[in-house]
């Protein structure tokens, strides 16, 4: 038993540091934008054109990818193939997407995703 977790503590070691590598330099560049708008008062109708909006008061001064896509999620699903808007310039804040036809509910959120995302808060979709 000795032998063996002497051997093996060396080993974890190696890895942990191996694998923390990464994290920190994407964590350097990497901007998570938060979502503004919709929030939780936030009613959006099928086939308008609508305003999300997030806060770009802190981004790292060196970002590694700018282009930014707008997705929708529904109960925590995100759907990445069908993006609301793509080739979003993160730093600019703001975009406008049209409401696309799904069942009306309180049950979604936007995320802007670059590097990273973020999902704003729940809001409803009506028909
Ligand atoms: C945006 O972020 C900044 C700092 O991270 C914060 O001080 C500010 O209140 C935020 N603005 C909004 C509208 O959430």
Not at 13 to 37: E, N, Q, W
Not at 99 to 109: R, T
Not at 114 to 123: A, I, L, R, V
């Amino acid at each position: 038993m000795k032998f063996i977790f002497a051997s093996i503590f060396p080993i974890l070691a190696f890895v942990s540091l191996v694998a923390g590598a990464p994290v920190h330099l994407v964590g350097r560049d990497v901007f998570v934008p938060p979502v503004i708008l919709p929030n939780h008062k936030s009613v959006w109708k099928v086939g308008t054109t609508q305003t999300v909006t997030w806060n770009v008061t802190n981004p790292p001064k060196q970002i590694t990818n700018t282009n930014a896509m707008i997705v929708l999620v529904t109960d925590g699903r995100l759907d990445i193939e069908h993006p609301l808007a793509t080739g979003i310039n993160v730093l600019k804040g703001t975009a406008q997407v049209v409401v696309p036809k799904v069942a009306p509910g309180k049950n979604y959120q936007i995320l802007v995703f670059g590097d990273s995302g973020n999902t704003g808060e729940f809001f409803e979709i009506v028909n």
